[in-house]
Each structure stands twice: as structure tokens, then as C-alpha cells.
């Protein structure tokens, strides 16, 4: 028979090494496991005389309770002393007052983006979309643009090869949109960027967002064009924003229109936004050119189409009352922070 005391004593010294929960339970797989030392002992009670058989059973049943009755005890100190770790390790004063989590919005020239689409769909127009690396086809010659006009001189455009080159305005959108032959009516909106191969400066980008529109029916004409346009215009700045028509050369577009608002930051006066001189051109329109319309096949049944487009990069500018574009493509966090407080 294995000596209980002996069991005893050699449980106490390895009970007091174990510290953690998972050393108490190898500590309890040890001495109460079914492959442990009382185990083997209990197995051996059926070889013994019932003389000592009783009294050793009752001995090691004893043990095995002491044993159980330690190990619970000494895991629920252990489990005690690691989380009273865990609650110093991750304390929180919730007196404290709260850390207001920062939530993202959109990057202004996206904002003044979506609010010019919102104010066409409810013309009923849909939008549309195009690659940004586009064909000479495209992007000038079904635009009546021809191979001598200098927008196709290398000191405007980014060619990439002969015939490939970054769309220099949103108009590609137009004459793929008139390539597909759809029925009139027909109503389009599109945005996105535009590369030009011009100096950057302060007011000057090579890459900037452009957003364009056009309308194809029969019996549209410039009546049609002016009210279009005062309406945007209108919608977009508001009713007490003053604005003025003056004429302007486009090869896609005849005749062709300007819509010049009184400057957002001087009212008219003349200040560094708009070079003194107190107008910005917001919107370039016009009634498409009947060359465009032939190009096409809709130089038939009276159809007649009205363009117009704008830069949301300038008009965001004015929205936000700055006089240089180049900050809002800074991606400066400390700007958009402060002009986005500043809309609000």
C-alpha cells in the first residue's frame, strides 16, 4: 500500500508552486486523473482483505476530498488574483467625461459633386460615365475638333501614345453616350476628372473635376438653353446670387454661352478669388453643334441638343470661399477639418 501521509505531504509542496489556474488543473489531472496515484490505488481495493480494504478506502476517499477541496479553493484565488490583474491592467475612470469618436465625410469637391447631380435628376437626368484614358476620336474629332485646333497641341493635352490620351474634359461622355444611337429624348449628366497639360499654380491644376450635361429633343432651342442653365445656376447658389450671360467660343457647341455669378467672396467688388475683377465663369453652354449632331446621325426630325458644363473644381472654390484651388487636393486633414466646420 502506498503511504497517505506520504500522498499528502508530496500533494501540499506541488500545490504550493502553482500560482495559475491552468497549473491547478495539471496539478488536479495529476492526483485525481484516472491514470493518477490514487487512482491505481482505489483499483488495487479489490486484491485486498476486507479487514483493511474498509478502513484504507475510507482513508482514500478522505484524501481525494482534501485534495478536490484545495485545488477548488486555490483556483477560485488564482482566478481572483488574474482578474483583479485584468480590471488594473484595463481601469477606466468612467467619471471621466467621453472621447467623441471622429466620423469621416466626404471631401468637399465630392459634396458640391453629388449637389449638382441631385439638382439635375430632378430635371430627369440620369447619369453617365467614361474612361478617363480616351481615344482622339472621342475626345475631339466627333466633337468638331479638328487635327489643326490647338486643344490637340501637346502644350494642352497628355498623349500617351499616337491615337490613347487622358480626357482633357467630360465631353468624351457625350459623344460616346450620341455613338450608342439612342432615341431621343435623351438626358445626361457626368462628372469626374479631366487632365490638362497646363503650369500648376495657384489657380491652375493639371488634373481637375469637370461635371457636364446635355440634352437631346426635337424643338430645343436657346430659350430652352437660358432657362436650363439660371435654373441650375439658381438651385446650386441661390436666389440672391446676381449672374450675367456673355458669349463664348466651344467647337462642340454653336451658338455658345457663358454664366458668369457675382464673386461668393466680394459680392461683385473685385478681390483675389476672382483677379479683381469681380465675376467667375461657373457654367459654359450652348446648343450643340449641328456638326456633332450629323456626326451622329441626329441632324434629322427637327432634333435639335443643349451642352453645358462647369468645374466643380472652381465651383467648390466659390462654395467655400477660398481663392486658391490647389488646397483642396492637398489632402491636408487640418484644411478639410476646418472647411468642413465651416459649412456647417
Known amino acids: 500500500m502506498t503511504d ?38 482505489f483499483r488495487r481495493l479489490s486484491q485486498m482483505p476486507e ?14 476530498r482534501h485534495i478536490k477541496s484545495e485545488i477548488d479553493a486555490a483556483g477560485e484565488t488564482a482566478r481572483k488574483a488574474e482578474t483583479a490583474k485584468q480590471l488594473e491592467a484595463e481601469w477606466l475612470d468612467i467619471t471621466l467625461p467621453g472621447q467623441v469618436t471622429r466620423t469621416g465625410s466626404w471631401h468637399p469637391l465630392t459634396q458640391v459633386e453629388q449637389r449638382c447631380l441631385t439638382v439635375l435628376r430632378r430635371l ?23 487635327k489643326h485646333h490647338p486643344a490637340r497641341d501637346m502644350q494642352d493635352t497628355f498623349w500617351l501614345d499616337a491615337e490613347k490620351l487622358l480626357r ?10 450620341l455613338g450608342e444611337r439612342r432615341e431621343p429624348p435623351i438626358k445626361i449628366a457626368a462628372a ?23 440634352w437631346l429633343e426635337p424643338g430645343l432651342n436657346v430659350g430652352h438653353l437660358k432657362s436650363l442653365v439660371v435654373f441650375m445656376a439658381t438651385a446650386l447658389y441661390g436666389e440672391h446670387v446676381k449672374f450675367r450671360f456673355k ?3 466651344y467647337p462642340y457647341t454653336e451658338p455658345s454661352l457663358g454664366l458668369d455669378i457675382a464673386c461668393t467672396n466680394c459680392g461683385g467688388d473685385g478681390c483675389d478669388a476672382c483677379h479683381q475683377i469681380g465675376w467667375v465663369t461657373i457654367i459654359g453652354a450652348g446648343m450643340i453643334h449641328p456638326a456633332v449632331l450629323r456626326e451622329f446621325g441626329y441632324d434629322r426630325d427637327g432634333i435639335t441638343g443643349i451642352a453645358f458644363g462647369w468645374g466643380t ?21 487640418r484644411l478639410l477639418d476646418y472647411l468642413h466646420r465651416g459649412r456647417q
Open 4 to 41: 497517505i501521509e506520504d500522498l499528502r505531504r508530496s500533494f501540499h509542496e506541488e500545490l504550493s508552486k502553482a500560482t495559475q489556474r491552468v497549473e491547478l488543473e495539471a496539478l488536479r489531472t495529476a492526483f485525481l486523473g484516472r491514470r493518477s496515484v490514487l487512482k491505481e490505488e
Open 51 to 64: 479487514d483493511e480494504r474498509r478502513s484504507y478506502a475510507a482513508e482514500l476517499n478522505e484524501l481525494s
Open 124 to 146: 430627369g437626368f440620369e447619369r453617365g460615365d467614361g474612361p478617363e484614358v480616351e481615344d482622339a476620336y472621342h475626345n475631339f474629332d466627333a466633337l468638331n475638333i479638328p
Open 168 to 177: 482633357s474634359h467630360t465631353t468624351t461622355i457625350q459623344a460616346r453616350v
Open 192 to 214: 469626374g476628372r479631366v487632365y490638362r497639360n497646363e503650369a500648376v499654380d495657384a489657380t491652375h491644376l493639371a488634373m481637375f473635376h469637370q461635371l457636364e450635361g446635355f
Open 247 to 249: 458669349p463664348k467660343y
Open 313 to 333: 473644381t472652381r465651383m467648390t472654390a466659390q462654395w467655400l470661399g477660398v481663392s486658391k484651388v490647389r488646397p483642396l487636393y492637398s489632402s491636408d486633414q
